[in-house]
C-alpha cells in the first residue's frame, strides 16, 4: 500500500523538477539572447532615429562612426573564413551574415540622409582596396564607392582593385 | 507492403503554387516558416528579361510563374535531414525506409560519373548542413554501385524508385530556421519592421531551396552538378564551395538572390543591400576558369627566358587556363521519355 502512494508521489516530484529545471534554463537562454541583443552596438532603432533627426550635427557624426566601427569590427577577412568548416561555408557564413547586416545599416543610413554620401565614399573606398577582405565585400564596396562617387561627381580610382571584384560587382549592378 | 512507384518522368506542375510536400517528419513550425517562404515566392514580382538569369535557370524567360515551374520540377519532397543519414549510405548501411530495387538497372551513362567521384576529384563530402539534395546524392551512390535505390518517403506507402536525380528530395535541417532566428534577433524589433522581420530569412531560404533544386539535374559528368574544391587564391580556398560550371547550384541561388532584391519592393535599403551581399557570395562561388597544372617539362619549356633571369614565374608558366561553360543541365533518368 505504502508502495502504491509513494509511487505516483515520486513521479509528482519528478514532473514538477522537471519544469523547475526547465524554467530555469529558458531564463538562463533569454538571458543570453538579451546579452547578444546589446553586443549589437548599433540596432536598428539607432538607425531609425538617425534618419529621423533633421540635422546633422557634425560631418562625421556619431551614428556614420558607430557604423563604420562595426563594419571594419564585423567584415571577416579571408584567412579567417578559410578556418571554417565546410558546412559552415556551404552557404554564407554568419561572419558574413553579420558582415551584411552592417553594410545594410551602411546602406539605409545614406539613402536616407545623402548627407553621409561623402563619409560612405570615403568608407566603400577603403574597403573596396582592402586586400585582405572576401571578394563578395569587396564588391559590394566597389558598388557603393561607385554610387557615392556618381552622387558627388567624383571619379573612383579602381586599378588596384582586381578585375575579378570589379567582374563581381559588374555582375550585381548589371 | 509497397509497390514501386515510377519516377515522375515529366512533372506538370501548377506554375501559381510551389508544390514541394513538406513531409510529415519536418518539424511543424518548420514547415510553418517554408510555407510561409513559398507563399512570399508565389506573390513576388519577379520579371527579368537580360540574358544572365535566362541562361542560368535555362528558361526563355524569367518571371514568378517560370521561376516557380522551374523549381517544381526539381524539389517534389521535403523531409528532415535526420530521414537519411547519407555517411552511412556511403559505408553501405541501408536504413528500412531503403532498399535496393535492382542491382542490375541499366544507368544512363554508365561509366560516366560527376568529377566528385573520381579518384582525381578528391571529393568526400557533397554534404552539408543547413539543407542538402539526398535525391542526387542517393542517385549519383546508386549508378556508382550499381543499385536501384527505392526510397520509402516519410507518410508514403509505395517506395519511390531513384532512377533520376529528379526525384527531387531535399532534406531541411534545423540550422535552416534556428540560426535566423537567433542571429537575427534585432529584426525582432517591432517598432522598425513589423511584419516585415523575417523578410531577409525567408529570401535566405529560398535562396538555398533554388541553390539545392540545381542539384536535381545533370548528367553524365554534370550529373548533380556537385561543387568543387576552390582554389588557394579564393575566399573558401581548400572547401568543396565552388562551381566550375557558370549554371551550378551557386550561379542559381546568386542569380536568385539578385532577382528577390531587385523585385522586392517592400524591402528597405538595408534589406536589398543585405540580399546583395548574399547573392555576390553565391556567385563569388563561379570559378570562371579551370586551372590545371603542366608538367615541369612543358613549364620549362614555357618560361625558359624567364627561368634563366632568375624572376618570379607568373602562373601562366604553370597552369592551363580553360574558361568555365554552361553545363548541359537534363537530367539523367528522364531523357527522352
Not at chain 1, 565614399?121 to 563578395?136: D, T
Not at chain 2, 533544386?213 to 575566399?235: E, I, Q, T, Y
Not at chain 2, 553545363?327 to 527522352?336: L, M
Request: net charge negative.
Amino acid at each position: 500500500m505504502k508502495k502504491l502512494i509513494l509511487i505516483p508521489a515520486a513521479l509528482v516530484i519528478a514532473v514538477v523538477l522537471f519544469f523547475i529545471v526547465r524554467a530555469k534554463h529558458e531564463v538562463e537562454s533569454e538571458k543570453s539572447v538579451n546579452i547578444k541583443v546589446e553586443e549589437n552596438i548599433v540596432s536598428d532603432a539607432d538607425v531609425k532615429k538617425e534618419a529621423q533627426t533633421d540635422a546633422v550635427d557634425t560631418p562625421s557624426s556619431t551614428i556614420f562612426k558607430k557604423i563604420a566601427e562595426q563594419a571594419w569590427l564585423k567584415i571577416p577577412k579571408k584567412s579567417e573564413l578559410q578556418k571554417l568548416s565546410s558546412e559552415e561555408v556551404h552557404q554564407a557564413p554568419k561572419a558574413m551574415r553579420e558582415a551584411a547586416l552592417v553594410l545594410g545599416d551602411m546602406a539605409q543610413l545614406i539613402h536616407d540622409k545623402p548627407e553621409y554620401q561623402r563619409e560612405g565614399f570615403e568608407f566603400y573606398e577603403k574597403c573596396a582596396h582592402e586586400s585582405e577582405y572576401p571578394m563578395s565585400i569587396r564588391a559590394i564596396c566597389l558598388s557603393g564607392y561607385r554610387k557615392m562617387a556618381k552622387a558627388l561627381g567624383s571619379e573612383t580610382k579602381e586599378d588596384n582593385v582586381p578585375q575579378q571584384v570589379r567582374a563581381l560587382t559588374n555582375r550585381i549592378d548589371n | 507492403m509497397s509497390e514501386v512507384a515510377a519516377a515522375k518522368a515529366i512533372v506538370v506542375t501548377d506554375p501559381s503554387r510551389v508544390e514541394a510536400k513538406i513531409t510529415s517528419d519536418v518539424p511543424s513550425e518548420a514547415k510553418a516558416l517554408l510555407l510561409k517562404d513559398f507563399t512570399r515566392l508565389e506573390k513576388t514580382l519577379i520579371k527579368d528579361s537580360r540574358s544572365e538569369a535566362t541562361k542560368i535557370f535555362g528558361l526563355p524567360s524569367i518571371n514568378r510563374s517560370s521561376l516557380i515551374n522551374w523549381l517544381n520540377e526539381r524539389v517534389q519532397y521535403i523531409v528532415s535531414d535526420r530521414f537519411i543519414d547519407m555517411e552511412k549510405i556511403q559505408n553501405g548501411i541501408l536504413p528500412s525506409h531503403l532498399t535496393v530495387l535492382s542491382d542490375e538497372h541499366n544507368f544512363e551513362n554508365k561509366n560516366e560519373l560527376p568529377d566528385v567521384l573520381r579518384p582525381e576529384g578528391q571529393a568526400r563530402s557533397v554534404t552539408l548542413k543547413l539543407a542538402e539534395n539526398f535525391g542526387a546524392q542517393l542517385y549519383l551512390i546508386g549508378k556508382a554501385t550499381n543499385s536501384l535505390f527505392g526510397l520509402l518517403i516519410p507518410g508514403g506507402e509505395d517506395y519511390l524508385s531513384v532512377a533520376t536525380p529528379r526525384i527531387g528530395l531535399l532534406g531541411v535541417g534545423q540550422n535552416l530556421f534556428q540560426d535566423w532566428m537567433k542571429e537575427n534577433i534585432r529584426f525582432q524589433d517591432k517598432s522598425l519592421k513589423g511584419e516585415l522581420d523575417s523578410l531577409l530569412a525567408t529570401e535566405y531560404r529560398l535562396g538555398i531551396i533554388f541553390h539545392e533544386a540545381r542539384h536535381s539535374d545533370g548528367n553524365g559528368r554534370s550529373l548533380g552538378f556537385f561543387h568543387v574544391k576552390c582554389p588557394v587564391d579564393h575566399d573558401y580556398a581548400g572547401q568543396f564551395a565552388c562551381d566550375s560550371s557558370l549554371n551550378g547550384a551557386y550561379s542559381i541561388g546568386g542569380a536568385y538572390l539578385k532577382l528577390a532584391s531587385q523585385a522586392c519592393d517592400d524591402c528597405s535599403e538595408k534589406e536589398k543591400e543585405v540580399l546583395r551581399v548574399f547573392s555576390l557570395d553565391a556567385f563569388s562561388r563561379v570559378l570562371l576558369s579551370k586551372r590545371t597544372r603542366v608538367s615541369e617539362e612543358e613549364t620549362l619549356h614555357r618560361c625558359e627566358d624567364l627561368l634563366k633571369g632568375n624572376q618570379q614565374l607568373p602562373s601562366e608558366c604553370f597552369y592551363n587556363e580553360t574558361p568555365a561553360e554552361f553545363w548541359d543541365a537534363s537530367p539523367e533518368g528522364v531523357r527522352g521519355k
